[in-house]
């Protein structure tokens, strides 16, 4: 790419960052006015309603850049499924929103530090996502959200990935749909870019466009073995990763 295209690409590219955290303010400017006023099961229905519908349209807003090119679709015979628990690998900072654009039900378990943080923190509380700080309540709470129809999305790496294919899995997931008796769905996120990941900063071109799939995988029943099951499944992500990886 040219100077001048690729200088284009990359203003094209900071105005969507852009774009993207002032409809986040926004939201979290409504969801902090909204979280005294609706109840916990008001505030829940619309901070997860409104979480979804802010994304999705920052994706449409996306698409006439042509940067990113983004394949969801596999998501939608979810949307509507209740207590259910959504388990994903965690290449780049995108990842949630891809997912949670099309789950208008799933919330998620998240730093609580990022509880503070004035472009996520109110709407978070107001979708009742679930803060990390304590194990047992981390799991006590994701459990009642579960028992009471959500979605939990999560990512077993913990973080995204730094030892590719995977990094090692945590057992949390399993753990907890073993005590909402929870279904386990699994969900490939597929890309090639670097762009978001671990370390990658974010005024850095990537190469373009920039592509990411979501697949859905197999589900498992929750077991009383948690651990192992979450060796099944890690295995599972691995040996389908190394199967993409041959065919590349």
Same mark, same amino acid.
């Given at each position: 790419?040219?100077?001048?295209?690729?200088?284009?690409?990359?203003?094209?590219?900071?105005?969507? #960052?852009? !774009?993207?955290?002032?409809?986040?303010?926004?939201?979290?400017?409504?969801? %902090? &006015?909204?979280? /005294?006023? =609706? $109840?916990?099961?008001?505030?829940?229905?619309?901070?997860?309603?409104?979480?979804?519908?802010?994304?999705?349209?920052?994706?449409?807003?996306?698409?006439?850049?042509?940067?990113?090119?983004?394949?969801?679709?596999?998501?939608?015979?979810?949307?509507?499924?209740?207590?259910?628990?959504?388990?994903?690998?965690?290449?780049?900072?995108?990842?949630?929103?891809? #997912?949670? !654009?099309?789950?208008?039900?799933?919330?998620?378990?998240?730093?609580?530090? %990022? &509880?503070?943080? /004035?472009? =996520? $923190?109110?709407?978070?509380?107001?979708?009742?996502?679930?803060?990390?700080?304590?194990?047992?309540?981390?799991?006590?709470?994701?459990?009642?959200?579960?028992?009471?129809?959500?979605?939990?999305?999560?990512?077993?790496?913990?973080?995204?990935?730094?030892?590719?294919?995977?990094?090692?899995?945590?057992?949390?997931?399993?753990?907890?749909?073993?005590?909402?008796?929870?279904?386990?769905?699994?969900?490939?996120?597929?890309?090639?870019?670097?762009? %978001?990941?671990?370390?990658?900063? =974010?005024?850095?071109?990537?190469?373009?466009?920039?592509?990411?799939?979501?697949?859905?995988?197999?589900?498992?029943?929750?077991?009383?073995?948690?651990?192992?099951?979450?060796?099944?499944?890690?295995?599972?992500?691995?040996?389908?990763?190394?199967?993409?990886?041959?065919?590349?």
């Amino acid at each position: 790419m040219s100077a001048a295209p690729a200088a284009a690409a990359w203003l094209a590219l900071q105005l969507q #960052l852009l !774009a993207l955290a002032l409809v986040s303010l926004g939201f979290n400017l409504g969801a %902090l &006015l909204l979280y /005294p006023l =609706l $109840g916990r099961e008001r505030g829940r229905r619309a901070g997860r309603a409104g979480i979804a519908w802010g994304y999705r349209g920052y994706w449409a807003f996306t698409r006439p850049f042509g940067l990113l090119r983004l394949e969801q679709d596999a998501l939608a015979p979810l949307a509507d499924e209740p207590r259910l628990v959504l388990v994903a690998n965690h290449p780049s900072l995108l990842d949630a929103m891809l #997912l949670v !654009a099309r789950l208008p039900r799933a919330f998620c378990i998240m730093k609580s530090s %990022l &509880l503070h943080n /004035p472009f =996520l $923190g109110a709407g978070a509380k107001l979708a009742r996502y679930i803060p990390n700080d304590s194990a047992h309540a981390m799991v006590r709470g994701a459990v009642a959200e579960l028992r009471a129809g959500g979605q939990l999305v999560m990512f077993p790496e913990g973080t995204r990935t730094t030892s590719p294919p995977l990094n090692a899995f945590h057992p949390s997931f399993a753990l907890i749909a073993k005590h909402a008796h929870a279904p386990i769905q699994t969900l490939f996120i597929d890309t090639d870019s670097p762009y %978001l990941g671990k370390g990658w900063p =974010l005024w850095r071109l990537p190469p373009l466009p920039i592509r990411f799939g979501v697949r859905l995988g197999r589900r498992f029943e929750p077991r009383a073995d948690h651990e192992a099951l979450t060796r099944e499944i890690e295995a599972y992500f691995r040996a389908d990763a190394a199967a993409r990886s041959s065919r590349a």
